[in-house]
DNA sequence: AGACCGCGAC
């Protein structure tokens, strides 16, 4: 309907020009002047109108001018028309010059139609360094990195001149370490290294594949300072969570008198992310008022305060986000989860199917941790078998995983080893881990050391399965095999990790760290840990030296080596330095004993206190003597 | 023709 009626208001316009042409033939200089006019109006319809009506009288305008009139249909979508006017310019064996060629391109790469303009770049006389650089950055921003690279090779064979604008968008579609060296010997060959876009660049592809040390150098090279290189350095340490690093740069951009924008305090909250550092993170959401309806840092902003274990601040910015997209529901719906708020999560899974937002694959996995969490076997297996159908979402390696924990922790452990054989794509690392954890809860010696052996082909270097697996050894008097293995760690220079344990009091970050006595209050802090054991004991505490290496004789030297766990530590000091109301947070670098968790419980409900422990795996939320984790981690 | 920022199971 629509198009007849435009089709009819376009040819009453051209029967306008034709009639009085007869009377007083309209010169073409009049017909160009009034599209020139109309496109650089951004008057799409009189324009377009204009053009065919120049169209029939075989009459062309100038490139300038037309490509004022691409752009106009970029900026409003215009597919239909666009390709109109793409259609005009090659009718009649014309032949438009490679400047507006390349605007075409552009257009149909805004379209996100790769094809037509790969179509036009294959169909041009001549090609300049821009017809090469805009295909080669549509590749990169479309991720086809191969596509990138092969034609920066053409591009080069061909002899034409990379600048800075190729150079930055082909190192986003870089994706092994010598391309990148190779690259970057390319840049700094042709003076391009002190560009900032190719520097950002250069920064953040360096950071993307780990190597910090060499964005720091490019970093550190840079002659004017800029913001956006800035940004690039302080999101590489944030997202490599080298948070310490993050927020060490951030204190120097602030020196360096840099106002911070929506991507540096996205960065900041993540690095506060990583590190739980809810306080500085509250502080950060102070500067982030001024953004106020931002989306991104809106997300981040969440994410900060569900990781920092806060859900009524989480809560209080979801609630105030006018738009949320699919990243916004899931982060909700993951950070309920781990907090133990699992019906609340799939409660608010399905506000957000009611909201029109498509879940995804990690919306997906939210759900599946959910109904793990709180035991719901049926639930879990429904989503698990009709995400396909319902959501279009194949269940991958990290869905399996999830059930797995689900069956697990409801001691279905041979329905989960037959779920790790449905994997197309074969079990990993993690797949192992969950099955691992299953095994140790529900005492499965021979699974967890057959579950053990498979992280250790994948990791042999991984220090924490063998401290497991030695205990297990050690649990069932398997004292050989205990051998064995410490032999195995010897040799491989494997050292087990110092446990370590963070809490922040009065903006202040208090680390304490296994065998390391240089807190100045350690003195008082161990003081007041023994009366607190002493107490608990009165209550009928036992200490769960399960959880200790073997290699102490004694059941006392073993209870001994437990109470100088650093989460213990950490926790009196919080006991000791905060106010009853104010929830204890701690953070840690290893997962938390089995003894230590207990501890906390008991405390918990002793002292009538909040404590939120985050091991690099759960979140543990101790509230009267029970755990937000349900004793399963 | 261009850069920096947000969600995932153990």
Redesign the pocket.
């Known amino acids: 309907m629509r198009k007849s009626t435009g089709f009819a208001i376009k040819s009453f316009f051209f029967l306008s020009y034709h009639t009085s042409s007869c009377i007083l033939p309209i010169p073409s200089s009049s017909l160009l002047h009034e599209f020139t006019q109309f496109c650089y109006q951004r008057n799409l319809p009189r324009a377009m109108e204009a053009m065919d009506a120049m169209h029939k009288h075989g009459i062309w305008a100038d490139s300038i001018t037309y490509?004022e009139l691409i752009?106009c249909c970029w900026a409003r979508g215009a597919v239909e028309q666009g390709k109109r006017v793409h259609k005009h310019l090659f009718s009649s064996g014309h032949q438009p010059k490679t400047f507006l060629i390349?605007?075409l391109m552009?257009m149909y790469?805004?379209f996100n139609m790769l094809d037509d303009a790969r179509a036009l770049f294959d169909q041009m006389p001549e090609r300049n360094?821009?017809s090469w650089?805009?295909m080669i950055?549509a590749y990169a921003?479309a991720k086809l990195n191969d596509k990138a690279l092969e034609f920066l090779i053409s591009m080069l064979r061909e002899g034409v001149k990379p600048?800075?604008?190729?150079?930055?968008?082909v190192l986003?579609a870089c994706d092994g370490l010598a391309n990148l060296r190779q690259l970057h010997a390319n840049i700094i060959k042709s003076g391009?290294d002190s560009?900032?876009?190719?520097?950002?660049?250069l920064?953040?592809i360096y950071?993307?594949w780990d190597q910090s040390e060499n964005a720091l150098r490019v970093f550190n090279e840079m002659a004017t300072e800029?913001?956006?290189?800035?940004?690039?350095i302080?999101?590489?340490f944030?997202?490599n969570s080298d948070g310490d690093e993050a927020l060490n740069l951030f204190k120097r951009m602030k020196r360096a008198r840099f106002l911070a924008?929506?991507?540096?305090?996205?960065?900041v909250?993540?690095a506060c992310?990583g590190l739980a550092l809810l306080e500085l993170g509250r502080q950060v959401h102070v500067h982030v008022f001024k953004y106020d309806q931002?989306?991104?840092?809106?997300?981040?902003l969440?994410?900060m305060y569900?990781?920092c274990g806060s859900l009524e601040d989480a809560n209080t910015v979801f609630t105030r986000m006018m738009v949320?997209?699919?990243?916004?529901?899931?982060?909700m719906i993951?950070?309920l989860?781990?907090n133990g708020y699992s019906r609340e999560a799939l409660r608010l899974f399905e506000s957000m199917k009611a909201s029109g937002t498509k879940p995804?694959?990690?919306?997906i996995?939210?759900v599946?941790?959910a109904c793990?969490?709180a035991g719901l076997l049926e639930a879990g297996w429904y989503y698990f078998r009709s995400m396909k159908k319902l959501f279009g979402v194949d269940p991958?390696?990290?869905?399996?995983?999830?059930m797995?924990?689900l069956l697990?922790r409801a001691g279905k452990l041979n329905d989960a080893v037959e779920l790790i054989n449905e994997i197309e794509c074969g079990p990993?690392?993690?797949?192992w881990?969950?099955?691992?954890?299953?095994c140790r809860v529900h005492r499965n010696v021979d699974l967890a050391i057959y579950a053990a052996k498979q992280i250790l082909r994948l990791y042999p270097q991984d220090a924490g399965t063998y401290i497991l697996l030695s205990n297990i050894y050690a649990n069932t008097q398997r004292w050989d095999d205990v051998t064995q293995i410490r032999r195995t760690m010897n040799d491989m220079g494997i050292r087990k990790e110092p446990g370590c344990s963070w809490v922040e009091v009065n903006k202040q970050i208090h680390a304490f760290i296994l065998g390391d006595n240089s807190h100045p209050q350690l003195d008082e802090i161990n003081k007041q840990l023994n009366q607190l054991i002493h107490k608990l004991k009165g209550v009928g505490y036992v200490p769960d030296t399960n959880f200790v290496l073997q290699d102490l004789e004694g059941e006392e030297q073993r209870e001994h080596s437990l109470q100088y766990h650093s989460e213990k530590l950490a926790l009196v000091f919080g006991l000791m330095s905060l106010p009853k109301e104010q929830t204890i947070r701690i953070r840690k670098n290893l997962r938390i004993c089995g003894d230590c968790h207990l501890f906390a419980k008991l405390v918990a409900k002793m002292e009538h206190r909040i404590i939120v422990i985050r091991d690099?795996?759960?979140y543990h939320h101790f509230r009267d003597g029970v755990c937000s984790c349900g004793d399963y981690?």
């Not at 560009?195 to 660049?201: E, K, M, Q, T």
């Open positions: 490509s752009k390349n605007v552009s790469v805004k360094f821009v650089t805009t950055s921003n600048n800075m604008f190729t150079y930055s968008s986003r391009l560009d900032i876009y190719v520097r950002s660049a920064i953040d950071s993307k800029d913001l956006v290189v800035w940004n690039s302080i999101a590489g944030a997202q924008d929506q991507a540096t305090l996205t960065s909250l993540r992310t931002d989306l991104i840092l809106n997300n981040a969440l994410d569900c990781k949320k997209d699919v990243i916004s529901w899931s982060t993951a950070g989860a781990q995804n694959h990690i919306t996995l939210g599946l941790f793990s969490h991958g390696r990290e869905h399996y995983s999830c797995i924990d697990g990993d690392a993690v797949t881990r969950t099955l691992l954890g299953a690099p795996i759960r981690w």
